[in-house]
């Protein structure tokens, strides 16, 4: 995030577009999770980005659009996360612990990307509020994916879907109140994520084996 | 959407202060029930304009087009719009709380809130919507009365589920119900009793959460 030159520098201005937009969605973000989004103004994150307004707007509509696309960046980079964290698992329960371990040490060591994607988004009017529902709910086919189906509450599609809401609203509780050490969650979001799909107590068996996680 | 309402029928507005007792004479009695009537006119047009717009994009004015009052009724009932927000938050709450209570054993509960959503879409809102966007207090009495609700879900079955994941499991049911209110489907969310009846049974047992039997295992 170093800035760029002033005035004259030669510089490719697609090349300086890319940096100050870069510079404007880690700006909104962490912003955002510093005071909230409704009191977040433009003017604030150009001067929290050092960019000009002029420039803001030749890369955005206004607030609404910056945020939304910090926001589609953050659930990237989160999705692709928790896809690597269980990507080495070969049972289904296992990787649903590895992704949930992944989602809580990320939600701890980048409180303003997790703030912005479970806390703020809901603040950030209709559009974005529609953009977090579709979000969550785009965790629950990753979810489902190789899930057992034998309990009759893991063949409804809508429990998926409940899982996947009750995780993001349990975390964005503890985001609210200040929490850090999010990582003691685990066994409860295994317990809870489980619980239909293999039974109260296989699902509390899974949350207490911490054995082989490499302390985590 | 709203209850339907009466119009008042004192001439003028009550001066503050006036909340019970009857004043006789040329008002005649209808007089101090004017009050509450307001109040409930304004709490009913803050849901109505907020269902409409959003918290973030109401105005005291938007309020008041609903509620068709002036503004010096509204401060005489609230001193701004977090305060009706604040007010008709805990009123929608209460309700919703008092729905629940009344109905026994977690699977019958569970069709309170979807009647309540069904019923009142844009006082739910206010609960499953708005209320992140206000955050403060009516945030904290809204997770306060969540964390109670998951208490007594985790005394069922012999305390089989944490409270943790009490908690979870009604958030996640809340992120469902924000969901069809969204989506504009709040009216068919009764008829989805049975398969979030299911749901609970895993967390629940099935004696507390009396599930429903029909068309097990198939997937919907």
């Known amino acids: 995030m170093d800035k760029l030159p002033r005035g004259r520098h030669g510089l490719d201005p697609a090349y300086v577009a890319a940096r100050q937009r870069e510079r404007l969605l880690v700006a909104v973000a962490e912003l955002a999770a510093e005071r909230g989004y409704p009191a977040v103004s433009v003017s604030a994150v150009c001067k929290c980005a050092a960019v000009s307004k002029g420039a803001f707007y030749r890369q955005f509509a206004g607030r609404e659009e910056c945020f939304a696309l910090a926001f589609d960046n953050v659930l990237a980079a989160l999705r692709e996360r928790l896809l690597a964290a269980c990507a080495g698992e070969t049972l289904w329960a296992r990787a649903v612990r590895a992704a949930l371990l992944a989602l809580l040490e990320w939600a701890g060591a980048e409180p303003p990307p997790a703030r912005l994607l479970l806390v703020e988004s809901l603040r950030a009017g209709r559009p974005m509020l529609d953009r977090y529902q579709a979000a969550v709910e785009g965790f629950a086919p990753l979810l489902a994916r190789d899930a057992p189906r034998e309990h009759p509450a893991a063949a409804l599609e809508l429990t998926d879907r409940a899982v996947c809401g009750g995780v993001a609203s349990l975390l964005s509780r503890h985001l609210i109140a200040g929490e850090k050490d999010l990582r003691s969650l685990l066994p409860l979001l295994v317990e809870f994520v489980l619980t239909p799909y293999l039974g109260l107590a296989e699902a509390r068996r899974v949350a207490g084996d911490g054995a082989g996680d490499g302390g985590g | ?220």
Do not use: W
């Open chain 2, 1 to 220: 959407m709203l209850p339907a309402m009466e119009r008042v029928t004192a001439v003028g507005e009550p001066s503050p202060g006036i909340r019970s007792g009857s004043i006789k004479g040329r008002i005649g009695a209808s007089y101090p029930l004017a009050y509450a009537d307001q109040r409930r006119r304004l709490l009913a047009g803050l849901a109505e304009a907020m269902a409409e717009r959003g918290y973030a994009e109401t105005s005291v004015a938007d309020v008041l087009a609903a509620s068709g009052l002036s503004r010096p009724t509204f401060y005489n009932h609230f001193s701004g719009l977090a305060d009706c927000f604040e007010a008709a938050h805990e009123d929608a709450l209460g309700e919703l709380i008092e729905r629940v209570a009344a109905a026994s054993g977690a699977g019958v509960a569970l069709r309170a809130p979807l009647a309540f959503v069904a019923e009142s879409p844009g006082r739910a809102a206010l609960l499953l919507i708005e209320v992140h966007v206000a955050g403060g207090l009516p945030l904290r009495r809204q997770d306060a009365a969540l964390r109670a609700l998951a208490k007594r879900l985790a005394a069922l079955e012999h305390g089989a589920l944490s409270q943790g994941s009490a908690e979870a499991l009604l958030a996640g049911l809340a992120f469902l119900l924000a969901r069809a209110l969204r989506a504009g489907e709040a009216d068919r969310l009764p008829a989805l009793a049975p398969r979030l009846t299911e749901l609970l049974v895993p967390y629940l047992g099935s004696t507390a959460s009396r599930p429903d039997s029909r068309g097990r295992g198939v997937r919907r």
